[in-house]
């Protein structure tokens, strides 16, 4: 399974950008999906993550009302929408799939996923 993330880029603060990831070797719907990012010298944290059918979702506080996660499993994509852009949205964004779809939480830590992609760099200027 291999994952790759892009979308990203150079914003200014207040500005809107849309991440998207690919999942090619298996079909997308057999996981839930993550996004996590990870900001120079800090740990990788979650952002977001989506249920393998799209029916439930669940943010950070700090992106909640922000950003979006939603997918398209005909497409075996997740994509995250991220409006509002603040200087501390600044990480490498990386999208990640969790094998067990089975349970009735939504992945939040690293260690519950088993894929992961190469990252998208999203940095926003103030």
């Known amino acids: 399974v291999q994952l790759q993330a892009f979308g990203g880029g150079l914003v200014q603060a207040g500005a809107s950008l849309r991440l998207s990831c690919v999942v090619s070797?298996?079909?997308?719907?057999?996981?839930?999906m993550g996004w996590f990012r990870q900001a120079p010298g800090k740990e990788r944290e979650f952002v977001a993550a989506?249920?393998?059918?799209?029916?439930?979702?669940y943010y950070a506080d700090s992106v909640k009302d922000r950003f979006t996660i939603s997918r398209d499993n005909a497409k075996n994509s997740v994509y995250l929408q991220m409006f509002s852009l603040k200087p501390e949205d600044t990480a490498v964004y990386y999208c990640?799939?969790?094998?067990?779809?089975?349970?009735?939480?939504?992945?939040?830590?690293?260690?519950?996923?088993?894929?992961w992609g190469q990252g998208t760099e999203v940095t926003v200027s103030s």
């Open positions: 990640a799939a969790d094998n067990n779809r089975s349970g009735p939480l939504l992945g939040t830590t690293t260690l519950e996923y088993d894929y």
């Open positions: 989506i249920r393998w059918n799209g029916g439930r979702t």
């Open positions: 070797g298996r079909t997308i719907s057999n996981y839930n």
